[in-house]
């Protein structure tokens, strides 16, 4: 049985390490949760527990203690990062380099990482069911989580976000009934008419996880989504796997190379640009029956290729080969 000492954000229920978690189990690992937010400055305890539980490798995902600390864990176990965004941040470099092994969830982006560190390789996330388990539906759960398209994230203020903000309206502006989830949009000046206006009234009015999400996914007819840099190849976010696997119907913007995960028209639908999106919404909001075929295969596929307990064991693959 592998040991696995897991660093990352425990937080929040809805933390990605808490699926990492489950993957491992999955695969037979004993697994080690440890959250930074409980070490505090006592930086000790990380070397405490890796005397006690003596792990075959360390796991983390983002900047979660000094680089240091790593550096000095590295020289005791073989030291793995899973980093879960398609950016390159200044602080993030220094930690590429101080890894055995690095994982990037883009693939357009190994090409940068293996400039740092030649062990650099692409492993997307996943989805995991157990988080997700929908239990009845009631009819209040129809009249709260039902609408003709639906978008679950961040609409703030980001440069990113803006994007969303414009295709959204559009829906609206065309007729359909829009709802969106995910964190409220802060009441400022310059957000003051999104708030007030026909997008701030389409908010379901809260953050959703769990069974709500998975009601969510199961109820809308479509599952919009905005992947943050769709430009880089394959660089989906766990959004796309979790909403699938809870059964939705999902039309997202094109990203680069989602076609060798998922096949388009056949288990997802993607667009280009805001008119065809504003096309297939209308020609799939007309056609439930072609609908839901294509979302039962996306499930489908999900469930076969896209968990994380497939996707813990082809980063053990990857580890044992290159480490």
Known sequence: MKKILLITDFSKPWNNGWYYKRGFEKNGCQVFPLSPHELGEDEQQVFDVLDRFRPDMVLHTKDELPVEVFSHLRRKVPLVQWYPDPVIPDWLPPYVRECDLFLTMAEGLVGEFRKMNQK??????????????????????????????????????????????????????????????????????????????????????????GSEYAKVARLSKIFLAFDSMPHIRKSMSARMYTALGCGAFYMCQHVEGIEDLLEPDREIVTFMNEDEMVEKIRYFLANDAVRREISERGRIRVLREHTYEVRIRQLLDIVSQHI
């Open 120 to 209: 650099s390789f692409w492993l997307t996330q996943a989805f995991e069911p157990d988080f997700f388990v929908i239990g009845d539906i009631t009819e209040e759960d129809r009249s709260t989580f039902s609408s003709d398209v639906t978008f679950v994230g961040n609409l703030g203020s980001k440069p990113q976000y803006l994007l969303r903000r414009r295709y959204l309206k559009r829906i609206i502006k065309e007729g359909y009934q829009l709802k969106w989830w995910g964190p409220k949009i802060p009441l400022k000046v310059n957000t003051v008419a999104v708030v007030m206006g026909a997008l701030g009234r389409a908010y379901g009015g809260k953050f959703i996880w």
